[in-house]
């Protein structure tokens, strides 16, 4: 199954970097009651991610909120170390909340991931933004091509409110 709107959000398990240290938080918990621009991005620091994603949201985040979202999350196939680290340096971490997919189980669970092992990547997830309604996804735009971010950017998004 690949993740189209309608669906809800797989229950997995995502980490997330709390005052003491990573945390766990279910998918139902985190988006339960909430309007949520979710965005997916292949990796921390990998160059579209880091010079194209992740800087649209940062810079679009207010406009974003303003149209009545209560949080933007976004979610990669990497630890919440890097992850955290990675917001932190894109003065993102007051703005966006990291949730962290180690393992892949989100992408597989969602039918969004990517195998980019021959590049020495492994499994990642594909590029996406989505509009996540108490748990239901309202909308999802799903890259054809991960090396880019146009359907999923934060400008989209903004437009699709």
Do not use: Q
């Not at 139902?28 to 160059?47: C, M, N, Q």
């Not at 909340?97 to 499994?123: C, H, M, N, P, Q």
């Amino acid at each position: 199954m690949t993740l189209k709107a309608g669906d809800r959000i797989p229950d997995v398990t995502f980490t997330r970097m709390g005052s003491g240290g990573p945390e766990p938080i279910k998918a139902k918990d985190y988006f339960a009651g909430r309007k949520i621009a979710l965005f997916s991005v292949p990796g921390a620091y990998t160059p579209t991610c880091h010079a194209k994603h992740l800087p649209g949201f940062v810079a679009k985040a207010s406009d974003i909120k303003a149209k009545g979202v209560d949080a933007i999350a976004v979610t990669a196939v990497n630890d919440i170390f890097t992850l955290d680290h990675w917001l932190k340096d894109s003065g993102a971490d007051a703005k966006i909340d990291g949730l962290a997919d180690g393992s892949a189980v989100f992408v597989k669970a969602a039918g969004l991931d990517l195998d980019l092992t021959e590049f020495g990547l492994g499994v990642r997830g594909k590029r996406f933004s989505a509009i996540v309604n108490d748990g239901v996804v309202d909308w999802i735009n799903v890259e054809e091509n991960s090396s880019v971010a146009t359907v999923s950017s934060a400008e989209t998004t903004l437009e699709k409110l």
